[in-house]
């Protein structure tokens, strides 16, 4: 049965949000909240709860019945709900299908509401100014009071920039806040069904005064839209000045205009994520961050808010799966919330030196794994949208590398720096050429350098550079190069001997990113793991080994003792740039027994440098002709494989 539309409605205030208008609305009809809401389409669980998802966005056919009922347009119905920051908040885009899945990714395990507070996306328990609620004068608001703004619900609105002063987030005289839950989930208006005839800036919580013992609760019903003095006022100018600054600066990219614009290119300040990730970490390490607070007055404020936190983790109790949801929601408090950004945004500011902001924000990570309850450090690192540049400042590194360390830090294992070469145009081991023009020098440096050390140098050159490309610890960097893991860790393991605690790693790091800029200005890069996989199983055929040894005096000798192994050994190694060791072909003579011993001896006399005499230096001129036309026999492998 169709809803018969509202005898009488309202227009919405600029900026207002759906429960305000709800509000206004039921008290020019003299209903209760929950009457309205169900005449306009919204379900009320029998007038004692209206869903707080509704604050978000109404459902497209629920907005329509909602716009007919009221005499409103769809889209005015909609400007209501918080759908419209999703560029800026991406968490808004979760819906109750897909919540439980995401939330317990996050170590935040509940309802759709308790997501969105934990990453900072919604505040269901809006904070308010007074002056603003007082209205502006008009006739309609001397009635009904000013708009309850819909960006109030943002935990990154903390302060009116208009009026100059902090939100406040409790009612005056019971000292709660406005979004009390029904039965333990989220309401859109505290006692929506309740028949008293409530003003919509009267406090709707129940009390009890003390006098009337046995009395049943009844609302507050205390005015809001009275100011008991100004927050900032005992803050001092300068902390002032920070957080209304801030404030500013947030209230831009709040506007419409800017969020499409944010939509096309990214912000040169911190994403809002960032600074929520930062804010929580400053939480979870308290008081090692203390020091990156701006001022002491700050710093006070934030230990108000992250040593209650952390008395009550302490504090035993039954196991819970929501233990440490109180670590990731924002401050309820307006000035608890604002220093915790402000000194976010001052630790992003350093952004542009990724070593100030490592220098910054590692010692943070590194006191909350050592001293935080273990279950909330999991559920923190753990969580999935972490930026790039903020994971790199986070992440755990030993020896010039990511450590492979505990399964939950992996999402800080991303790509070391941002590169235009891939993961799979990186060889398996550095070619000569490369590690000449960069690495020989260094070389020279390393004490007891050898012949190993060259071999391990080119290797873990190329797992730095992997790592850069792709990210991950050294063990799935050296997955990604088809080399052995035994061998990588032999590699890094002698290095490190060999380097001590010198800052030759520094240098390695150093060099390799010369290299990786090299890399990155190349017009055209080789896909060595694409060769990689193509030759796989090739040989060399053997007319032309024949045509390769062709004139050379110990041509006859090789192909008696080794026929055409040895061709496709140096083939395959100068085609993919590989250490020889790791051809298929070797691998497969020495699980067969065969005995490959001999022809690795020959092969490491071709390849030595010190080695080297006119017969394998010729050859060798030969087998590197051959292999410049690696594309074409990479091609003919696949299709002869295909056949």
């Given at each position: 049965?169709?809803?018969?539309?509202?005898?009488?409605?309202?227009?919405?205030?600029?900026?207002?949000?759906?429960?305000?208008?709800?509000?206004?609305?039921?008290?020019?009809?003299?209903?209760?909240?929950?009457?309205v809401?169900?005449?306009?389409?919204?379900e009320?669980?029998?007038?004692r709860?209206?869903?707080?998802?509704?604050l978000?966005?109404?459902?497209?056919?629920?907005?329509?019945e909602?716009a007919?009922?009221?005499?409103?347009?769809?889209?005015?119905?909609?400007?209501l709900?918080?759908?419209?920051y999703?560029?800026?908040f991406?968490?808004?885009?979760?819906?109750?299908?897909n919540?439980?899945?995401?939330?317990?990714?996050?170590?935040t395990?509940?309802?759709?509401?308790?997501?969105?507070?934990?990453n900072?996306?919604?505040?269901?328990?809006?904070?308010?100014?007074?002056?603003c609620l007082?209205?502006?004068?008009?006739?309609?608001?001397?009635?009904?009071?000013?708009?309850w703004?819909?960006?109030?619900?943002?935990?990154?609105?903390?302060?009116?920039?208009?009026?100059?002063?902090?939100?406040?987030?409790?009612?005056?005289?019971?000292?709660?806040?406005?979004?009390?839950?029904?039965?333990?989930?989220a309401t859109?208006?505290?006692?929506?069904?309740t028949?008293?005839?409530?003003?919509?800036l009267?406090?709707?919580?129940?009390?009890?005064?003390?006098?009337?013992?046995?009395?049943?609760?009844?609302?507050?019903g205390?005015?809001l839209?009275?100011?008991?003095?100004?927050?900032?006022?005992?803050?001092?100018?300068?902390?002032?000045?920070?957080?209304?600054?801030?404030?500013?600066?947030?209230?831009?990219r709040?506007?419409?205009?800017?969020?499409?614009?944010e939509?096309l290119q990214?912000?040169?300040?911190p994403?809002?994520?960032?600074?929520v990730h930062?804010?929580?970490?400053?939480?979870l390490s308290?008081?090692?961050?203390?020091?990156?607070?701006?001022?002491?007055?700050?710093?006070?404020?934030?230990?108000?808010?992250?040593s209650?936190?952390?008395?009550?983790l302490r504090?035993p109790?039954?196991?819970?799966?929501?233990?440490?949801?109180?670590?990731?929601?924002?401050?309820?408090?307006?000035a608890?919330?604002?220093a915790?950004?402000?000194?976010?945004?001052?630790?992003?500011?350093?952004?542009?030196d990724?070593?100030?902001?490592?220098?910054?924000?590692r010692p943070?990570?590194r006191?909350?794994?050592?001293?935080?309850?273990g279950?909330?450090?999991?559920?923190?690192?753990?969580?999935?949208?972490?930026?790039?540049?903020?994971?790199?400042?986070?992440?755990?590194?030993?020896h010039?590398?990511?450590?492979?360390?505990?399964?939950?830090?992996?999402?800080?294992r991303?790509?070391?720096?941002?590169?235009?070469f891939?993961?799979?145009?990186?060889p398996?081991?550095?070619?000569?050429?490369?590690y000449?023009?960069?690495?020989?020098?260094f070389?020279?440096?390393?004490?007891?350098?050898?012949?190993?050390?060259v071999?391990?140098?080119?290797r873990?050159?190329?797992?730095k550079?992997?790592?850069?490309a792709?990210?991950?610890?050294?063990?799935?960097c050296?997955?990604a190069l088809?080399?052995p893991?035994?061998?990588?860790?032999?590699?890094?393991?002698?290095?490190?001997?060999?380097?001590?605690?010198?800052?030759?790693?520094?240098?390695?790091?150093?060099?390799?990113?010369?290299?990786?800029?090299?890399l990155?200005g190349?017009?055209q890069?080789?896909?060595y793991?694409?060769?990689r996989?193509a030759?796989?199983?090739?040989?060399?055929?053997?007319?032309?080994?024949?045509?390769l040894?062709?004139?050379?005096?110990q041509?006859?000798?090789?192909?008696?003792?080794y026929?055409?192994?040895?061709?496709?050994?140096?083939?395959?190694?100068?085609?993919?740039?590989?250490?020889?060791?790791?051809?298929p072909?070797?691998?497969?003579?020495?699980?067969?027994?065969?005995?490959?011993?001999?022809?690795?001896?020959?092969?490491?006399r071709?390849l030595?440098?010190?080695?080297?005499?006119?017969?394998?230096?010729?050859?060798?001129?030969?087998?590197?002709?051959y292999?410049?036309?690696?594309?074409?026999l990479?091609t003919?492998t696949?299709?002869?494989?295909?056949?």
């Amino acid at each position: 049965m169709q809803r018969r539309a509202l005898a009488r409605s309202l227009e919405p205030l600029p900026e207002e949000s759906l429960p305000g208008f709800l509000l206004r609305l039921a008290y020019r009809l003299h209903r209760s909240p929950a009457r309205v809401a169900h005449l306009c389409g919204l379900e009320t669980n029998g007038q004692r709860r209206v869903a707080a998802e509704h604050l978000l966005e109404l459902p497209a056919r629920t907005a329509a019945e909602f716009a007919r009922v009221t005499g409103l347009s769809v889209p005015e119905v909609q400007a209501l709900g918080l759908r419209r920051y999703t560029e800026l908040f991406p968490t808004l885009r979760t819906t109750r299908a897909n919540t439980t899945h995401q939330s317990s990714r996050q170590g935040t395990r509940g309802s759709v509401s308790q997501f969105y507070e934990s990453n900072w996306a919604v505040s269901l328990s809006t904070r308010f100014c007074p002056e603003c609620l007082s209205g502006d004068g008009s006739p309609i608001q001397e009635a009904y009071g000013g708009p309850w703004a819909l960006r109030w619900h943002l935990p990154f609105v903390f302060a009116c920039t208009i009026h100059r002063r902090l939100l406040h987030s409790q009612c005056p005289a019971c000292r709660s806040g406005l979004a009390r839950s029904y039965k333990g989930r989220a309401t859109l208006i505290t006692q929506p069904g309740t028949t008293q005839v409530l003003h919509p800036l009267q406090c709707r919580n129940l009390v009890t005064r003390q006098e009337d013992e046995g009395a049943q609760p009844h609302p507050c019903g205390t005015r809001l839209d009275i100011s008991e003095g100004h927050l900032l006022a005992a803050m001092p100018e300068e902390d002032h000045q920070r957080l209304l600054g801030l404030q500013h600066r947030l209230n831009a990219r709040l506007s419409p205009r800017r969020i499409d614009t944010e939509r096309l290119q990214p912000p040169a300040a911190p994403t809002f994520q960032d600074l929520v990730h930062v804010a929580q970490l400053i939480k979870l390490s308290w008081p090692a961050g203390k020091s990156l607070v701006p001022s002491d007055a700050l710093a006070s404020v934030i230990d108000s808010h992250a040593s209650h936190l952390h008395a009550a983790l302490r504090t035993p109790r039954p196991r819970s799966s929501s233990r440490f949801s109180m670590l990731w929601a924002a401050p309820d408090n307006s000035a608890q919330c604002g220093a915790l950004l402000v000194t976010a945004e001052e630790v992003l500011h350093s952004a542009n030196d990724p070593a100030q902001l490592r220098a910054a924000i590692r010692p943070l990570a590194r006191f909350a794994v050592e001293h935080a309850p273990g279950g909330a450090c999991r559920s923190f690192f753990n969580r999935p949208g972490f930026s790039p540049t903020l994971a790199r400042a986070m992440v755990r590194r030993a020896h010039g590398f990511h450590t492979a360390g505990p399964r939950e830090y992996a999402n800080l294992r991303v790509a070391s720096r941002d590169c235009r070469f891939t993961a799979e145009e990186v060889p398996s081991h550095l070619p000569q050429s490369w590690y000449d023009q960069y690495f020989a020098d260094f070389a020279d440096g390393v004490p007891h350098c050898n012949l190993y050390t060259v071999r391990h140098l080119r290797r873990a050159a190329s797992l730095k550079l992997v790592e850069m490309a792709q990210g991950g610890s050294w063990v799935q960097c050296a997955q990604a190069l088809d080399i052995p893991e035994s061998r990588a860790r032999s590699a890094l393991t002698k290095l490190r001997g060999q380097f001590g605690e010198s800052d030759l790693w520094k240098r390695f790091e150093d060099i390799t990113e010369q290299l990786a800029r090299h890399l990155d200005g190349l017009p055209q890069r080789v896909n060595y793991a694409n060769r990689r996989r193509a030759l796989a199983s090739w040989q060399l055929p053997r007319a032309d080994w024949s045509a390769l040894i062709e004139g050379l005096p110990q041509g006859r000798r090789l192909t008696a003792r080794y026929g055409t192994a040895l061709g496709t050994v140096l083939i395959w190694t100068e085609a993919t740039q590989s250490d020889y060791l790791l051809c298929p072909l070797l691998q497969h003579l020495r699980r067969d027994g065969t005995g490959p011993a001999h022809l690795t001896d020959e092969l490491s006399r071709f390849l030595a440098p010190a080695s080297q005499d006119r017969t394998r230096q010729a050859l060798l001129q030969r087998i590197a002709q051959y292999a410049t036309t690696a594309e074409a026999l990479c091609t003919r492998t696949r299709a002869s494989t295909s056949d």
